[in-house]
């Protein structure tokens, strides 16, 4: 019994180690790679509008955005929740040092975090409501 579970965390570990592997290889992905998941998450998407298709293309996010879409806008970041009351949620959100940079904000003036920065984001039932900038990052020409 010890032996099948000692192999069963060791094929856990394998796995999380290969979706680690996955996921930084998408952080790194360029962007031929970044606009085929974009055009991926239209094709099973179809009711976006041009506006949502272009903000995922320019890795923005705004208010009302869900957590999926943000994923997607924002791939290769990092997610983490760090509480939850009810239908709040907040994450803490980590750009990858990697030279990328996200916008969070529309308008006239949104705010951009870049390489190593974070922010905080905060959902209510599903939707972005707010965000924090935590660390804007270092932003490289």
Same mark, same amino acid.
């Given at each position: 019994? $010890?032996?099948? @579970? %000692?192999?069963?965390?060791?094929?856990?570990?394998?796995?999380?180690?290969?979706?680690?592997?996955? @996921?930084? %290889? =998408?952080?790194?992905?360029?962007?031929?790679?970044?606009?085929?998941?974009?055009?991926?998450?239209?094709?099973?998407?179809?009711?976006?509008?041009?506006?949502?298709?272009?903000?995922?293309? /320019?890795?923005?996010?705004?208010?009302?955005?869900? %957590?999926?879409?943000?994923?997607?806008? +924002?791939?290769?970041?990092? /997610?983490?929740?760090?509480?939850?009351?009810? /239908?709040? $949620?907040?994450?803490? =959100?980590?750009?990858?040092?990697?030279?990328?940079?996200?916008?969070?904000?529309?308008?006239?003036?949104?705010?951009?975090?870049?390489?190593? !920065?974070? %922010?905080? =984001?905060? /959902?209510?039932?599903?939707?972005?409501?707010? +965000?924090?900038?935590?660390?804007? !990052?270092?932003?490289?020409?």
């Amino acid at each position: 019994m $010890a032996q099948r @579970a %000692l192999l069963q965390d060791g094929r856990r570990k394998t796995r999380q180690g290969l979706i680690a592997l996955a @996921a930084l %290889l =998408v952080a790194c992905a360029p962007p031929k790679e970044y606009a085929k998941i974009v055009g991926e998450y239209q094709a099973r998407h179809p009711e976006l509008t041009p506006a949502e298709v272009s903000r995922l293309q /320019f890795r923005t996010g705004i208010a009302g955005d869900t %957590l999926e879409r943000l994923q997607v806008a +924002w791939v290769g970041c990092q /997610f983490e929740q760090t509480a939850q009351n009810g /239908f709040v $949620a907040v994450y803490t =959100v980590t750009i990858p040092s990697d030279g990328q940079k996200i916008r969070v904000g529309e308008g006239t003036s949104p705010e951009y975090v870049y390489a190593g !920065g974070q %922010l905080m =984001v905060t /959902f209510d039932h599903k939707k972005m409501t707010r +965000w924090s900038i935590l660390d804007s !990052g270092m932003h490289m020409p």
